[in-house]
């Protein structure tokens, strides 16, 4: 939820869409994820509205100044808020007339609300709530199945997800956002139906697996991700199929357990670790659709992962490039969680390296005491040589060999003299 939106204000706008459409004399009630999270005792992080004004009639009832009918095809107005409230989504009463794509219907045609929370996904997600009477209106046992603690498909699994594809991940994202568990016959479906997940675009599988991977029951998330096929279908990569790949991956899911509030670059990289190389890492990102800062990241944190093993022990010029990096302090908190859970007891090189990151930015990335063109400035022409004398030069400034521009001048014309006009000394 941005910080910018207030969740009294957004409340008190939901409740005042509601009114309006009453006040003009229609039906209208909260909708979906609203209604389960303020049964779960949860702060709501956005509202929907359902009822049987027509759009137009909606627009007519708030403004057209006020709203935005991007999705009139499928019943659905946004309707704009005071400062802090946000957006809601006034969707009228529908059916569904087939999904041809998998994904989306094909055509809608506007309905009742017993027919409307029919068509919904999950139980839990198919209630509605009067905020005016203050009473929930349940035509699908969503109450029962959120007392239960229970993620079950509306009606017929096998119809809800060939009607979208992307239900069947939800339901594992939902498993682990709520620590619920997944109704018997549901997951026999998904396992069934497993494959056809390849026809959800990859963004909207990502999306998913973002959620997934940072949920509260994430460990177990991912164990069900994995046992009702998912694994085998989006990341055969990470496939534990042999024993030693078992054991990576039950560690692995330890590791990611044991973090605190990680990111998803850092999640995943928990879970890819010593399953794949730094260089197979490429085309998994790119077909699942990462950024390429994501991309990047997750490989950083792999390929870096133990090189912060005795970092109290090693040179300076080592370690300091690793420390100065912006993600530095993930690599920490996932390197120090990888030893905790391998029973490593030495972790003095994590503490010696929190310890570094307090120094002055002056202090831990002086500037570099030379550059290129004071090579240039000496007569040495261009060549993979300027890499190798300003790396030498910085290791020195480092280690406090040298300490001022004018010591780094006077150590390169040392090291010119000593070396013949190829490059290669004497």
């Not at 957004?10 to 309006?20: D, G, I, L, N, T």
């Not at 603690?149 to 682990?176: H, N, S, T, W």
């Not at 022990?313 to 990096?325: D, K, Y």
Request: glycine share 6%.
């Amino acid at each position: 939820m941005p910080s910018e939106l207030d969740p009294k204000k957004q409340r008190e706008f939901a409740v005042r869409v509601v009114k309006q459409l009453r006040e003009a004399g229609f039906v209208a009630y909260w909708a979906g994820g609203c209604v389960r999270d303020q049964l779960l005792g949860r702060t709501p992080k956005d509202y929907d509205v359902v009822t049987n004004a027509l759009p137009e009639q909606v627009r007519k009832i708030f403004g057209h100044r006020r709203t935005f009918a991007v999705g009139a095809a499928f019943g659905v107005i946004t309707v704009n808020g005071p400062k802090g409230a946000g957006q809601i989504e006034v969707a009228t009463f529908r059916s569904d007339l087939g999904y041809s794509d998998g994904r989306h219907p094909d055509r809608v045609v506007f309905s009742s609300p017993q027919e409307d929370a029919l068509r919904r996904d999950f139980t839990i997600n198919g209630l509605f709530y009067d905020p005016i009477e203050d009473r929930v209106i349940d035509y699908v046992g969503g109450v029962d199945d959120i007392q239960r603690r229970i993620i079950r498909a509306i009606g017929d699994p096998y119809q809800r997800f060939a009607e979208d594809k992307l239900r069947m991940l939800r339901a594992v994202r939902f498993v682990a956002e709520l620590q619920f568990s997944l109704d018997p016959h549901t997951a026999a479906a998904i396992r069934e139906l497993v494959p056809q997940i390849r026809q959800v675009s990859p963004e909207r599988i990502l999306m998913e697996l973002e959620r997934l991977f940072v949920a509260p029951g994430r460990v177990e998330g991912l164990r069900l991700f994995r046992e009702l096929g998912f694994l085998d279908v989006l990341l055969p990569e990470l496939k534990p199929d042999t024993e030693e790949r078992q054991s990576i991956w039950e560690l692995n899911l330890r590791v990611l357990g044991a973090l605190t509030d990680p990111d998803f670059p850092v999640a995943f990289a928990a879970v890819a670790r010593k399953l794949v190389t730094p260089a197979e890492l490429p085309p998994i990102c790119k077909r699942l659709r990462m950024s390429n800062q994501v991309t990047a990241k997750i490989i950083w944190l792999i390929e870096h992962e133990n090189d912060l093993d005795c970092a109290h022990l090693r040179p300076w010029w080592e370690v300091q490039p690793i420390l100065i990096s912006p993600w530095v302090h993930d690599l920490l908190k996932l390197a120090e969680t990888c030893a905790v859970q391998e029973g490593k007891n030495d972790l003095a090189s994590f503490h010696w390296c929190r310890e570094r990151l307090q120094w002055p930015p002056e202090k831990l990335n002086p500037p570099f005491l030379i550059k290129g063109d004071d090579l240039h400035a000496l007569g040495l022409p261009p060549g993979p040589i300027y890499r190798q004398i300003l790396q030498e030069v910085r290791r020195a400034q480092l280690d406090g060999v040298i300490q001022s521009r004018e010591a780094a001048i006077e150590w390169i014309q040392r090291k010119l003299k000593s070396m013949n006009g190829t490059g290669e000394r004497k």
